[in-house]
Structure formats: C-alpha cells, structure tokens
Nanobody
Framework: QVQLVESGGGLVQAGGSLRLSCAAS????????KAWFRQAPGKEREFVGA????????HYADSVKGRFSISRDKGENTVSLQMNSLEPEDTAVYYC??????????????????WGQGTQVTVSS
C-alpha cells in the first residue's frame, strides 16, 4: 500500500510559478512511476506529466510541455511538479498518482494504482 499526500497548491497570478510536492509513505516508492493529473470543474481528469519508475524518463502533455517539469528527490519518497508561466487554463485540482514499475508514457488514469487527495491550483488572469 502506498499513501500519497500532495502539497503546494494555491492562488497565483497568470505568468507566475508554483511548485507542487507529493510525499509518499508505505511501500518503497522508488519502484513506482509517479504522475501528475489535473481535473478542472466539469471536465475529466487529464494527464499532466510523469516520471518512470527508474527516474530516467519523463513525459508531458502537450499543453504543459516546456512550462512544467517533474523531478524526484534522491530518497525517492517525494516527487515534485514545477509549474512555470502559469495560465488561467491551468486552474484545476492537481493529483499525484503512482504505478508499480510504470512507464512515463502511461497517460491513462487506469494505469495508476494509487492516488492522492489532490491540491487546488488557481491561476488568476
């Protein structure tokens, strides 16, 4: 069992930056691919980006490529999402997810076994 807790959400003006963190507890987090998804009101949950279980590969949605980046700490228990040049369209609840020995290219929610509760990101224009 893996428990995930997100933090770092908040209100920011367009063009600003935020850094989200996802802390894991339970089983060894290093064996898991870690991903970020987001869900805006009235919309389906969508893939944002992921880092594979080895930490060697990352993959991003086209909508955030070049603005967002994912990294993990050396202890592999925390994964972060650095969000730059934020736009009002980035407003959503952001979720951390984990998949055992997953690939960074997995964009479907079904590929991930564990989910956090989410953190709200609001970008004002």
């Amino acid at each position: 069992q893996v428990q995930l807790v997100e933090s770092g959400g908040g209100l920011v003006q367009a063009g600003g930056s935020l850094r989200l963190s996802c802390a894991a507890s339970g089983r060894t987090f290093g064996a898991y691919a870690k991903a970020w998804f987001r869900q805006a009101p009235g919309k389906e949950r969508e893939f944002v980006g992921a880092i594979d279980w080895s930490g060697d590969s990352t993959h991003y949605a086209d909508s955030v490529k070049g603005r967002f980046s994912i990294s993990r700490d050396k202890g592999e228990n925390t994964v972060s999402l650095q969000m730059n040049s934020l736009e009002p369209e980035d407003t959503a609840v952001y979720y951390c997810a984990a998949a055992l020995y997953g690939a960074s290219s997995n964009e479907g929610t079904d590929a991930y076994q564990y989910w956090g509760q989410g953190t709200q990101v609001t970008v004002s224009s």
